[in-house]
Structure formats: structure tokens, C-alpha cells
């Protein structure tokens, strides 16, 4: 794992677009980001059990898997948006960024690879890409049915449940939608 803030400067997002300024994993967690490196599945399954995660599923994010279609969803997946749960994420292989917003809406980008697993918070806006190898596979845990609904970005959301929650777990800190 390696985090960051984003250097939002021109190019395909799946380039590091790194800024030089790194940061902390201490930051990540006040952002109420959990991370976790498991090179043993038993470590994994000790965490969902610990967090009652009920469900899992695997995911490959390649054109190889996902064929024409592949292009649309990465560019789907790199939209800003929220979840109503906590997004639950085991890098199995290959390698991504995930892009989350920072108390003053900046973005912290966090290259994730293999063993490597990711926590964030329901409520927290977010968006994910591979890298440029296009390639990643990963483990993705519920704590109910599996469920991805993503919430796009927009002034509405203010008024979201779990983005009130999340808001509020932070000290009230928030950026308004625009």
C-alpha cells in the first residue's frame, strides 16, 4: 500500500498521479480508512468473522475478463460516489487505486496490490481504478447479500443517512457536494 494525495494534473487515471506528498496510514484511519496487509486468507477470514461479513465474492477487473465492456466499467468505477456500506476490498493480484476525499475535498490516492486489503467507511466518497496494467483481482466482502450500489456525487446526498453518519463519526467536517 502506498497513499498519497492525488496530483490532479491531466492523464488517464489509471497513471500513479502522484503528487510526492505521501500520507500517513494514521490519516487514512481519521478518515475512517482501514487497512490491512494478509498474506495468509486465514487472516482474512479472521477479520470477517471479527466484523460480521457474511458473504464474499471475487471480481477480475481485466479486458480479458470483462471483454468489451471493460473501458465502460473502469470508467464507471472511477465516478465519485458513496455506498450505503462499508466497501470491503482483498487485492487477490494485480494492483489499483483507490481515490478517496480528504476532510477538505482533496483527493488521497492509495495504490492497493496483492494481499493487500482496504476498509472504507459507508458514506465516504470514493471512486476506483486499475493501473495501467489493467489488471486486478479481487475479494469482495458483505456483511449482508452482496450489494454495489454506488451513489453518485450530488448536492442530495448531503442528506443521505450514511453520509450524515459518516460526517458526523468525523466531527462534522464536510465539503458540500457541488
Known sequence: MKAYWF???????????????????????????LYYHYPSLSSVDVLASERNYK????????????GSVYEDKVKMFFHEHLHEDEEIRYII???????????????VRI???KHDMIILPAG????FTTDGNNYIKAMRLFKDEPKWTPLN??????????????????????????
Open 7 to 33: 496530483d490532479n494534473q491531466p492523464g488517464d487515471q489509471r497513471e500513479d498521479h502522484d503528487s510526492g506528498r505521501p500520507v500517513d496510514p494514521d490519516y487514512l484511519s481519521n478518515l475512517g480508512v
Open 55 to 66: 458473504n464474499r465474492d471475487e471480481i477480475t477487473v481485466s479486458p480479458e475478463k470483462m
Open 93 to 107: 493480484d494485480g494492483d489499483g487505486f483507490f481515490d478517496v476525499r480528504s476532510e477538505g475535498d482533496d483527493w
Open 111 to 113: 495504490r492497493l496490490g
Open 124 to 127: 465516504i466518497y470514493h471512486r
Open 153 to 178: 456525487r450530488a448536492p442530495e446526498l448531503d442528506e443521505n443517512e450514511s453520509r450524515k453518519q459518516y460526517i458526523q463519526s468525523r466531527g462534522g467536517q464536510t465539503v458540500p457536494a457541488h
